[in-house]
């Protein structure tokens, strides 16, 4: 039985792991505030 | 060259087949005949044989080792255990040699003379190594026996009532010595050879047996002289038989049946197979005939298990065991093993031992082709391999090994047709197999396979993935740069990639930088703020080198749209510090080695799970034994 479990947990492990690796997620990333800002200063400096 | 003389006595002809045969018997008077150069000394009459039932006679004739032989003559012996016949053999090539035939085992030997000078009779210790024709052999059976009778052509002068000291031993490849002591206690024959399975000895002109009249040992029925109750002797080579309804051991060798010794303690427990049950067990045929109560005792608690005596094809015995509801199916084996440090080895499997004990007998019922003792004690050594055990068991005389299968009590309920089931099993027993090693195995196997299948995929990612380096370009901080912020070169973010990665590589040495950075959309002009402090320290204290930090930082940007972006890079520094060479690379983000190691982890949890599991139950099962696994907590108290 717990074989069989460990089948079904085994895969889904594997599909988020390839879904993780293929988005390039890791455990110990030190990333970036995700929140963008719109900031006239930056628009001005690079926005074309 | 076979010499044909007159029996003097009755002038019946009597044949030498043998050169070496010095005795024979007449067949039609029972003279016993001493060749005296050419004449016969009659030595008077030979007594009787007793009716054995053996299927073998003279005239039978097999073939060993390639060799043709014929039975020639017998001695019949009686021990302490029972009767048991040494065939004289005589082989094709005039050579003659032995046939053993005790308790359904038969043993063929040849006499050797051996360079090695062995023991006297009374030096010998059971259990010892000896060395015989450059063989290591056990002694496993030290006893004196004395001849009951003869027939036929033999070798050298017997008669009954002659005490024969003989010594048995095996060696661990099957193989069988006797020293036989009759002639010389000093000086022992020898005689070596190995057991052998009768039909392996392809038989023609056996006895048959069923053209004896029903013998009386055929269902030989009488009253228990203590308590009155019907007993009866139904199978061959019973030696002794145990009354169920007073305890008495009795004596059946003889028609007058007598009482060896009384059951000091009640009968537990009646048997869970009926006597007489008749089955099929791992395809063989058996009956179950005998059953006895054994106990140990162990700092004052006595610990009951029960044996079942079965019959099997061929006058072999099996025995089935019963404890706390777990069975073994026990045979005994024709050879002897060594035991040493903590294990034995057999047929290159490793069994380790578990535990030491004396047991004694408590109570018998039915039928025994041995004659049990109630008051004698043997030494037991049991060693593991699930489900197997060896067991080896140690009396003053003997020490046999046997080897048992643990058995799950349904097939026993189906090999004896059994319309009750068992008891369930309680507990676990030393040779019971670990529920949770095959699911352990299977487990650990497909552990194995989902890692492998990680590495696989991320190796795959390394070399086709979407990780990709976008630019590299070389920078310098100082600390009088202008305020204008250090821009890359634009940046196309592939399409599907969403995460960008930053990488400084500096050669900073003593010293920090800090990055204020931002990453624009030229398109929509939205920014990602990220700051970073990139510092080494290194020196030599105390005649040791020590760091601390890195030359090197990576950040990841996520979540990010498509298209073109810039990084621009605001660095703060000590005023003072040197100017600082860097490389920028930005990537897109590709496969990371951390989520490899989080997956392994996280698969690796399963197995350790079913490896605590195994573990607990063998925890359990040692610590029934002289061994117990002695875990950390248990340790500190």
């Excluded at chain 2, 019949?76 to 094709?92: K, M, P, S, T, Y």
Aim: proline share 6%; net charge negative; hydrophobic share 40%.
């Amino acid at each position: 039985m717990m074989a069989r479990i460990y089948m079904f947990v085994g895969l889904m492990v594997l599909g988020v792991y390839s879904w993780a690796q293929y988005q390039g997620v890791g455990l110990f990333d030190d990333v970036a505030d995700s929140r963008p800002t719109r900031s006239s200063g930056a628009r001005s400096t690079f926005h074309k | 060259m076979a010499r044909l003389a007159r029996c003097p006595s009755c002038g019946a002809p009597v044949e030498f087949k043998s050169v070496a045969s010095v005795l024979a018997v007449c067949d039609y008077c029972q003279s016993t005949l001493l060749q005296d150069g050419e004449a016969l000394q009659n030595l008077g009459k030979m007594a009787a044989l007793v009716e054995d039932r053996s299927p073998l006679q003279r005239g039978a004739e097999g073939r060993w080792r390639g060799r043709q032989f014929g039975l020639i003559g017998r001695i019949q012996l009686n021990w302490d255990q029972g009767l048991w016949n040494e065939w004289h053999i005589l082989f094709d090539d005039m050579k003659s040699g032995w046939l053993s035939e005790a308790n359904g085992e038969y043993v063929v030997s040849e006499a050797k003379r051996v360079s090695e000078a062995l023991p006297a009779f009374d030096q010998l210790e059971l259990g010892r190594l000896y060395m015989i024709d450059g063989r290591a052999f056990t002694l496993t059976n030290l006893l004196t026996a004395t001849c009951v009778s003869g027939e036929g052509e033999l070798p050298f002068k017997v008669g009954a009532g002659y005490p024969a000291p003989v010594a048995d031993l095996r060696d661990d490849n099957g193989a069988f010595a006797t020293l036989d002591y009759s002639d010389d206690p000093a000086k022992p024959l020898v005689f070596i050879g190995e057991p052998v399975a009768f039909k392996s000895l392809a038989w023609a002109n056996l006895r048959d047996l069923s053209a004896l009249p029903q013998p009386t040992l055929k269902a030989r029925s009488f009253a228990c002289p203590t308590c009155g109750a019907p007993l009866q002797v139904a199978h061959e080579k019973i030696e002794t038989v145990g009354c169920g309804s007073c305890g008495a051991v009795l004596d059946t060798r003889n028609e007058k049946v007598a009482q060896i010794a009384q059951a000091q303690r009640q009968l537990l427990a009646a048997p869970l197979i009926a006597l007489g049950s008749k089955g099929t067990l791992q395809g063989e045929a058996v009956e179950v005939i005998g059953y006895m109560s054994r106990s140990t005792e162990s700092e004052g608690i006595h610990y009951y298990w029960r044996e079942y005596v079965l019959a099997a094809p061929e006058g072999r015995f099996v025995w089935l065991t019963e404890y706390d509801g777990h069975w073994n199916v026990a045979r005994v084996l024709s050879r002897t093993l060594r035991a040493g440090a903590g294990q034995v080895r057999m047929d290159g499997a490793d069994f380790k031992h578990f535990s030491s004990y004396q047991a004694s007998v408590d109570y018998v019922i039915g039928e025994f082709p041995w004659r049990v003792t109630l008051d004698e004690t043997a030494t037991i050594h049991d060693y593991v391999l699930p489900p197997r055990m060896l067991s080896q068991e140690v009396t003053p005389n003997e020490q046999t090994w046997s080897l048992c299968d643990y058995i799950e009590p349904g097939e026993i309920v189906a090999a004896f047709g059994l319309k009750t089931a068992l008891p369930p099993p309680r507990g676990v027993y030393a040779n019971q197999i670990n529920p949770h090693e095959e699911n352990h195995r299977r487990t650990c196997s497909r552990f194995w396979k989902f890692s492998l299948a990680a590495t696989a995929i991320y190796i795959l990612l390394l070399i086709i993935g979407p990780g990709s380096n976008l630019t590299t370009q070389p920078v310098s901080y100082g600390p009088n740069d202008d305020d204008e912020p250090k821009l890359t070169r634009e940046i196309p973010l592939p399409k599907g990639a969403r995460r960008l990665e930053v990488s400084h590589s500096t050669n900073l040495s003593n010293n920090w930088v800090g990055l204020n950075m931002t990453l624009v959309n030229k398109d929509t002009g939205e920014a990602w703020q990220a700051y970073r402090e990139i510092s080494r320290y290194e020196g030599v204290d105390g005649g040791e080198s020590w760091s601390e930090g890195s030359r090197d930082d990576e950040v990841i940007f996520t979540d990010l749209p498509p298209g073109t972006y810039v990084l621009a890079e605001e660095p703060e520094m000590d005023p003072l510090a040197p100017r600082v060479g860097a490389e920028i690379k930005i990537a897109t983000a590709g496969p990371r080695w951390s989520s490899l190691l989080l997956a392994v982890i996280f698969l690796m949890l399963f197995p350790i799970w079913t490896r605590m599991r195994k573990g607990g139950f063998e925890v359990t099962r040692w610590a029934e034994s002289d061994h117990p696994i002695v875990t950390s907590g248990e340790d500190d108290e």
